[in-house]
């Protein structure tokens, strides 16, 4: 068996365009432009790239973006006076800001003072509370992106059995309340897990988010079963550099019936779930029809 490649930067192409589709609509029904506000602190080359992307592409679907990029000794006052002032200008409906932040600043505190309704994210406490507890919430934008691809995939989710590998609060953790959302048996693995390749042996559907390089070989996957490979790392191989996932894979594309590459797999649909999570929260804070397709 040779897995089916999902394609995530023709999916991410989809969810943009439905995201440009409701923003006109916005626009024209209801007067109201969605409007991302994206705070830098520093000079982090990759952070840097990212915000232009983040930028660029709101742009594109027709929403405003304002982008606030403040030196790297900027005080944690001064970025946290910034964010009343986002959380009060009716314009913004998204804040992000922009992670790693300086050291000498305190990340819990800046991302908890962000308005819950704006935090497109998904990072603040009460919306981690809200989507532990099944309510409606703003929902990291990685695993919504993995979420879409798997409901377009698979269809129904319920029923199945799903590993997350990796327990971090930006992607395993949701990544499981959201599965177990669409009614999946979710197991949750990590590096202290016993018998870690047999209880990946046991999925359906395998999210690998522990940050390794090609940690999971292709016998750890059931025939055909789905893996969604979240990691992006960079190694050297014959003298270049190279991205490459958390799974093999060469070697799970042989066992498996789906499978996300690197680059090209989930990596794109996190700044379109980032536009989709902004229109989102301009709706709910309108009190507009939410876009049917583009939450969980």
């Known amino acids: 068996m040779t897995a089916q490649r999902i394609d995530g930067k023709a999916f991410a192409a989809t969810v943009r365009e439905k995201v440009a589709g409701h923003v006109a609509r916005l626009k024209e029904e209801n007067d ?80 908890n003072a962000i308005d819950p309704a704006k935090d497109v994210d998904g990072f603040h406490i009460s919306n981690v509370g809200l989507l532990g507890t099944g309510q409606k919430s703003m929902v990291p934008c990685t695993p919504l992106g993995c979420l879409m691809m798997l409901r377009d995939h698979h269809g129904s989710l ?74 992006i790392n960079r190694i050297e191989r014959d003298g270049k550099t190279k991205l490459v996932g958390d799974v093999d894979f060469a070697s799970c594309s042989e066992s498996a019936g789906a499978i996300t590459p690197v680059p090209g797999g989930v990596g794109p649909m996190t700044i379109a779930c980032l536009l989709a999570n902004t229109v989102t929260a301009c709706c709910r804070a309108n009190d507009v029809a939410e876009p049917e397709g583009l939450t969980a």
């Open 32 to 111: 109201i432009i969605p409007g991302l506000a994206v705070v830098l602190v520093g000079e982090d080359p990759a952070s840097q790239v990212y915000v232009r992307s983040k930028g660029k592409q709101t742009t594109e679907v027709g929403m405003n973006s304002y982008e606030h990029k403040l030196d790297v000794e900027t005080s944690e006052a001064d970025l946290l006076a910034l964010i009343d002032q986002l959380n009060n200008d009716a314009k913004v409906h998204g804040i992000l800001v922009q992670l790693p932040l300086p050291k000498h600043l305190n990340e819990n505190l800046v991302i």
């Open 158 to 231: 319920s029923g199945m059995e799903a590993v997350v590998i990796g327990r971090s609060n930006i992607v395993g953790k949701p990544m499981a309340q959201l599965l177990l959302g669409d009614s999946c048996t979710v197991t949750i693995a990590h590096s202290r897990t016993k018998d870690l390749p047999e209880v990946v042996r046991r999925a359906d559907i395998v999210v690998a988010a522990v940050g390794r390089p090609e940690m999971v070989p292709g016998d750890w996957i059931k025939q055909g079963a789905t893996v969604i490979d979240v990691g």
